[in-house]
């Protein structure tokens, strides 16, 4: 069965400091891969979504993230975060047209 | 842009009563969907609309009902309350596909207790 894993379910980061975000995925031909961001008390807002091509996406709010097919995986990453990035991140998988396979989600805390 | 409106945004019911959950969409959307986000599981599809008129099953039904009889609207109706129904709940929309290469834009989600 498809699945979504992210192993980390707190992640605690200096203000400033580089993130990455781990997500991997099981599913036998290469889905469409996303991630989306849940800040306190709100709905999902999408990141960025991979297709195709360029294993490398550049999203919104300064974040991209890495496709590796050999390793199952579409990682998160920002360079720089800032407090305002306090929020749960959630990777989900499409292995059809009709459904989101979800991640259960890592909550990333800013320390000052 | 409203985007994807819920109602109501809390609500508390006692076991055995019923309550419709309200989703509406200004996007002309034909894909809808309804979430449920409990800690540690992410969010799991209850049920899911490719266009007025039809409505489809996921990964969690049991114990909810919703029709489609309008492009704007996908209510979703618990028939008699659980504790186990205990959750928050999040409606979708997207222009092609519930997941596919379009983006799913969501309600900020209605936060249900059942005591």
């Known amino acids: 069965a498809q699945s979504v894993t992210q192993p980390d379910i707190h992640i605690t980061v200096s203000e400033g400091a580089s993130l990455e975000l781990r997500c991997n995925y099981s599913?036998?031909?290469?889905?469409?891969l996303f991630w989306y961001v849940q800040s306190p008390g709100q709905g999902l807002q999408l990141l960025l979504k991979?297709?195709?091509?360029d294993t490398l996406v550049q999203g919104i709010k300064g974040f991209e993230a890495e496709f590796k097919r050999s390793q199952s995986s579409f990682n998160l990453r920002k360079p720089s975060v800032h407090w305002s990035d306090a929020a749960e991140y959630f990777c989900a998988v499409d292995p059809s047209n009709y459904q989101l396979i979800w991640g259960a989600g890592t909550k990333l805390i800013i320390k000052p | 842009n409203a985007g994807v409106t819920q109602t109501p945004k809390f609500q508390v019911l006692k076991t055995g009563q019923s309550m419709t959950l309200q989703c509406a969409q200004d996007m002309n959307h034909e894909y809808m969907s309804w979430y449920r986000q409990d800690p540690g599981m992410g969010l799991r599809l209850i049920h899911y609309s490719v266009g007025a008129g039809i409505t489809d099953q996921g990964e969690v039904p049991n114990g909810y009902n919703v029709s489609r009889s309008t492009t704007e609207d996908f209510p979703l109706r618990l028939l008699s309350a659980a504790p186990s129904q205990t959750s928050v709940y999040f409606c979708a929309s997207s222009s092609s596909g519930v997941g596919g290469n379009t983006e799913a834009f969501f309600g900020q989600g209605t936060r249900l207790t059942v005591v």
């Open positions: 599913y036998g031909a290469t889905p469409y």
């Open positions: 991979y297709f195709s091509g």
